[in-house]
């Protein structure tokens, strides 16, 4: 089984003193160890850094995260978020309010690897803070690991439901055009009408799902990922995540 652990950016380089000699006088004092910075991550305040930005190592390698509560706090249900190709977590920055007002603690993850193992070690990481499901949104690649990982087995918290934007069908070693065939949560597909073929891989995967709860939104315009949750998105995903995943779990 893979081991997963979590490690707070956060953390301290060194816990104790470094001591200059065991003799008196001034070879005998010990000078305080000076503590690390937590990391931005590019995006991040400094508050936001210290109270959430984290480490999760998903047993394939470790992977920069940022986890908040939801404003309640104490949110049994919580969002991962994958970001598109060439992303990071810093692509959702701009949408958590909208979710953690609303009940969900939130989880974006730069995936330096398989979008689906990331997906796999978060929830881990989720588990060990009370939390009981997941909701899976995804752009672009992070769509196509969403859905992945929304029909394994084995997660170590049950996926409640899938967001895929602009998702192809297949990314690296996943494979969504397979996957979704066994997905049997709610699905929610967008994508825009101009960004091709990524409109028409949304009409595919969408037909192919084994979900008999499944949505399909086509927006106008050309943009991707997670920019269509500025672009219209934002208030049909949360409606779908109200109705088939809510906060309360």
């Given amino acids: 089984m893979r081991r997963i652990t979590a490690v707070p950016a ?15 006088g001034a070879a005998g004092k010990a000078a305080p160890a000076a503590a690390s910075t937590p990391p931005t991550y590019g995006c991040l305040t400094a508050a936001q850094a210290a109270e959430g930005a984290v480490t999760v190592d998903g047993g394939l390698g470790s992977f920069e995260a940022y986890f908040r509560d939801s404003d309640a706090s104490g949110a049994k249900v919580a969002i ?10 810093c692509d959702w920055l701009p949408y958590l309010d909208g979710f953690t007002g609303a009940g969900y603690a939130v989880l974006p993850f730069t995936a330096n690897g398989d979008v689906a193992d990331g997906i796999s070690a978060a ?10 499901k997941i909701v899976l949104i995804g752009a672009s ?3 196509t690991g969403s859905l992945v ?18 998702a192809p069908e ?10 979704v065939k066994r997905l049997t949560v709610p699905v929610f597909f967008a994508a825009e009408e ?23 939104k086509l927006y106008p315009g050309g943009h991707h990922g997670a920019l269509l949750l ?4 934002l208030p049909d995903v949360q409606a779908f995540l109200a109705r088939w995943a809510p906060p309360q779990g």
């Fill in 10 to 24: 956060a953390a301290a380089l060194a816990a104790g003193l470094l001591l200059a000699g065991c003799g008196s």
């Fill in 80 to 89: 991962v978020f994958s970001h598109q190709n060439g992303g990071s977590l």
């Fill in 123 to 132: 929830a881990g990481y989720l588990k060990g803070k009370g939390v009981t």
């Fill in 141 to 143: 690649k992070g769509g």
């Fill in 149 to 166: 990982a929304g029909a394994l087995p084995d997660l170590p918290l049950p996926a409640a439901a899938v967001v895929s934007l602009s």
């Fill in 170 to 179: 297949s990314f690296g070693g996943n494979n969504a055009a397979t996957a």
């Fill in 194 to 216: 101009l960004d091709q073929p990524f409109a028409d891989n949304a009409k595919s995967l969408h037909a192919a799902t084994a979900s008999a709860e499944k949505q399909l």
């Fill in 230 to 233: 500025s672009d219209g998105a």
